[in-house]
């Protein structure tokens, strides 16, 4: 079983900069997918960003070139940088894993941490 839990959200003006971590309790497998989304009040849960065991890494257009999405397996976490902070990223900040065991998939998800930008 794997539990993650995540921090480093917290208040922070328009411009500025978190960085958020996702720390398992469980040993994160090379070949599991890691990923951060994100829910903002009154909308679906988004994805944000994804990163490979070979460190492929996506993002949602609205956080390109303003988020970085990076792991480490030997510390089993991920982190999510992000810088220029604008009011419309405030949400709360899921960690997510995806493992693929022979033909099953499992997903495992964080509790979430706030993140709110004011204007």
């Known amino acids: 079983q794997v539990q993650l839990v995540e921090s480093g959200g917290g208040l922070v003006q328009a411009g500025g900069s978190l960085r958020l971590s996702c720390a398992s309790s469980?040993?994160?497998?090379?070949?599991?997918?890691m990923g951060w989304y994100r829910q903002a009040p009154g909308k679906q849960r988004e994805l944000v960003a994804t990163i490979t065991s070979g460190g492929s890494t996506t993002y949602t257009d609205s956080v390109k070139g303003r988020f970085t999405i990076s792991r480490d397996n030997a510390k089993n976490t991920a982190s999510l940088q992000m810088v220029s902070l604008k009011p419309e990223d405030t949400a709360v900040y899921y960690c997510k894993i995806v493992r693929r065991v022979v033909s099953t998939t499992y997903a495992y998800w964080g509790q979430g941490t706030q993140v709110t930008v004011s204007s």
């Open positions: 469980g040993i994160i497998f090379s070949t599991d997918v």
